[in-house]
């Protein structure tokens, strides 16, 4: 099968963007990690497909397959590299569309400085202002649990640099208490606006940013009484701003979106 694809980063979390507007597109498991393999394949932590809309309410369908080819509900980083694409080559004029996920629409529009803001919805709080503590390899952490399309667990650190966090991250993912795994972050809040953030994604690893785990983050501070309702996190790969004003509402998330790269590849 031969495949054009392009190639795009927000805060170097990188996607391989698929076209299955004009044509439709039917991937393996083992496709999708072909494509994603930074070795053999084009490389990237998700591969985005996107789709004709499936519902009235929707004005594209959205599909997020993680490097190991399972396919998840959400991703921020992502939502806004698969605006930014649509936005140049299928709605061009407009300022503003709605992407349906796996679990939920998404709201994606084009800002007069050209970074992409995104209404990731309300999260789903599995028990509001409770930390929940958890057990691996011997070692406790105290995490707050929520759903904002995907599942995330948020821990707090007094120094995120100092954080194995390949090693807890994928320890901690694939505990049973989350049946679907769980994307982990580890939080150093450096004032009430300000954080820092590491990330270990599921069916991914640590990654240089995570827009979902931004936003769960800052939900989590928020909860906590330890951040204000708009923050910047500081990842790897740069900054997102992040706002969200308390139970109900919808989490905003506003960043850069780019384009590397178009290519073509034939998967066996």
């Known amino acids: ?35 994603a393999d930074r070795h ?6 998700q591969v985005l497909l996107l789709e004709p809309a499936k519902t009235a309410d929707a004005d ?22 698969a ?29 007069e400085d050209s970074e992409t803001r995104v209404d990731m919805g309300a999260p789903v709080l599995a028990a509001p202002h409770v930390m929940t503590e958890l057990q691996v390899l011997g070692q406790s952490f105290s995490a707050l649990l929520l759903n904002v399309g995907n599942p995330h667990a948020v821990i707090f650190v007094d120094d995120v640099e100092a954080v194995d966090v390949t090693r807890w991250g994928r320890a901690l993912s694939v505990m049973t208490c ?9 939080v ?14 599921r069916g991914a690893g640590e990654t240089l940013a995570c827009g979902s785990g931004a936003c769960a983050a800052v939900i989590a501070g928020v909860l906590q009484e330890t951040l204000d309702n708009e923050v910047v996190v500081g990842q790897r790969g740069g900054d997102l ?7 109900g509402a919808s989490v905003w998330m506003k960043g850069a ?12």
Request: proline content about 1%.
């Open 188 to 201: 150093q809040v450096l004032t009430t606006n300000q954080i820092k953030m590491r990330v270990y994604e």
């Open 83 to 111: 605006g930014q694409f649509l936005f140049r080559h299928h709605a061009v004029g407009k300022k503003q569309l709605r992407l349906q996920t796996l679990t939920r629409i998404v709201t994606v529009s084009l800002c």
């Open 241 to 247: 701003l992040i706002s969200w004003q308390g139970d």
């Open 40 to 45: 053999f394949g084009v490389g990237c932590d």
């Open 1 to 35: 099968m031969k495949l054009t694809f392009t190639k795009m980063q927000g805060l170097g979390n990188d996607f391989v963007v698929l076209d299955g507007i004009q044509q439709a597109i039917v991937l393996s498991k083992q496709q999708i990690r072909q494509l």
């Open 60 to 81: 594209f369908n959205y599909r997020i397959f993680n490097a190991d080819g399972s396919e998840v509900g959400q991703c921020g980083n992502g939502a806004r590299c």
């Open 178 to 186: 989350f049946p679907e795994g769980s994307n982990i972050e580890f």
């Open 257 to 268: 979106a780019e384009f590397v790269f178009d290519g073509e590849i034939t998967l066996t």
